[in-house]
């Protein structure tokens, strides 16, 4: 009888601790996919952030955005001034490459990230830098940086090929003269001298 009550038992452990593994396993993957799915999400609006502000000039993107803190760098005068020198660059000169990543404070939770590109434009380019963040709700812009660089340079022509090195001029034979010098032998068929 006390054999059967501790089997009894000790099966409910067994059953109790895999329902409880498996629960964990859910959980896990749970969070592992929310993460993933944070991170694509954050790349997406570092991409369209870039986008708005620097190919469309939308400054109510901009402000609507921007976090507290964010905010309180940049009141409204200083948003329009900060679009004013994105406008000024006109439209980019080629397609934008924003390189960063999605990172996050704790193993699952408020997630971060931060991105840059090198802007090219017709004459120059500019460096813009983004930290983004999640808190609550939705993706919001931390640190905004645009900075315009010196003048761009077209790429140098490919140089010439080098020229062949010059070869040493060659000692110049003497001229033929119409007399021959004095002491040589006159040319053949011509008569001695005095005869």
Same mark, same amino acid.
């Given at each position: 009888m006390k /054999?059967?009550?501790r089997l009894r038992s000790s099966g409910q452990v067994v059953v109790i601790l895999i329902?409880? /593994?498996v629960l964990l396993g859910i959980g896990y993957w749970w969070l592992n996919s929310t993460k993933q799915e944070m991170a694509g999400e954050g790349k997406q609006f570092a991409n369209e952030a870039t986008q708005k502000i620097v190919v469309q000039h939308d400054i109510n993107f901009f402000a609507s955005h921007l976090s507290p !803190?964010?905010?309180m760098n940049f009141p409204v005068s200083a !948003? !329009? %001034?900060f679009m004013n %020198?994105?406008?000024q660059m006109g439209a980019p000169a080629t397609a934008i490459d924003l390189q960063g990543q999605i990172e996050? !404070?704790?193993q699952f939770f408020e997630p971060h990230g931060s991105f840059h590109a090198r802007i090219n434009y017709p004459a120059k380019y500019a460096d813009f830098d983004l930290i983004i963040s999640h808190p609550v709700g939705r993706w919001q812009i931390d640190t905004?940086?645009?900075v315009k660089q010196a003048e761009q340079f077209a790429p140098a022509p490919a140089a010439p090929p080098p020229p062949p090195p010059a070869a040493s001029p060659a000692p110049s034979a003497p001229r033929p003269s119409s007399a021959p010098p004095a002491g040589s032998a006159p040319p053949a068929g011509s008569a001695?001298?005095?005869g």
């Amino acid at each position: 009888m006390k /054999l059967n009550t501790r089997l009894r038992s000790s099966g409910q452990v067994v059953v109790i601790l895999i329902i409880v /593994l498996v629960l964990l396993g859910i959980g896990y993957w749970w969070l592992n996919s929310t993460k993933q799915e944070m991170a694509g999400e954050g790349k997406q609006f570092a991409n369209e952030a870039t986008q708005k502000i620097v190919v469309q000039h939308d400054i109510n993107f901009f402000a609507s955005h921007l976090s507290p !803190q964010a905010r309180m760098n940049f009141p409204v005068s200083a !948003q !329009q %001034e900060f679009m004013n %020198e994105i406008v000024q660059m006109g439209a980019p000169a080629t397609a934008i490459d924003l390189q960063g990543q999605i990172e996050f !404070q704790s193993q699952f939770f408020e997630p971060h990230g931060s991105f840059h590109a090198r802007i090219n434009y017709p004459a120059k380019y500019a460096d813009f830098d983004l930290i983004i963040s999640h808190p609550v709700g939705r993706w919001q812009i931390d640190t905004i940086a645009f900075v315009k660089q010196a003048e761009q340079f077209a790429p140098a022509p490919a140089a010439p090929p080098p020229p062949p090195p010059a070869a040493s001029p060659a000692p110049s034979a003497p001229r033929p003269s119409s007399a021959p010098p004095a002491g040589s032998a006159p040319p053949a068929g011509s008569a001695p001298p005095g005869g």
